[in-house]
């Protein structure tokens, strides 16, 4: 069995950064594509960023200079690191893990950007 779980999230201000983690246990493959999602009041769930376990990562234009997505293998943790947050950027941020048979969701958390 694989859980995925988030945090790191909370209330930034305008400008500010927050780094959200996501950490995986369980039965892992080798090979898995691990994403941040994220879902706005009232909007669709949309991609952020992926990354592989041989660190490649992928960002929805928008968010290139903004948001930055790493891998410690080590402790099984993908983080994103969000800088210069907008109010935009408020949402439920989401972990996915996918791999060649499933995808895994974490519960989300929380980031809200407010003044």
């Known amino acids: 069995q694989v859980q995925v779980v988030e945090s790191g999230g909370g209330l930034a201000q305008p400008g500010e950064s927050l780094r959200l983690s996501c950490t995986t246990s369980g039965n892992m493959p080798r090979d898995f594509l691990t994403g941040w999602y994220r879902q706005a009041p009232g909007k669709e769930r949309e991609l952020v960023s992926t990354?592989?376990?041989?660190?490649?990562?992928n960002y929805t234009s928008t968010l290139t200079h903004r948001f930055t997505i790493g891998r410690d293998s080590a402790k099984n943790t993908v983080y994103l690191y969000m800088d210069n947050l907008k109010p935009e950027d408020t949402a439920v941020y989401y972990c996915?893990?996918?791999?060649?048979?499933?995808?895994?969701w974490g519960p989300g958390t929380q980031v809200t950007v407010s003044s």
């Open positions: 990354i592989t376990t041989r660190h490649t990562a």
């Open positions: 996915n893990v996918k791999t060649e048979a499933q995808s895994y």
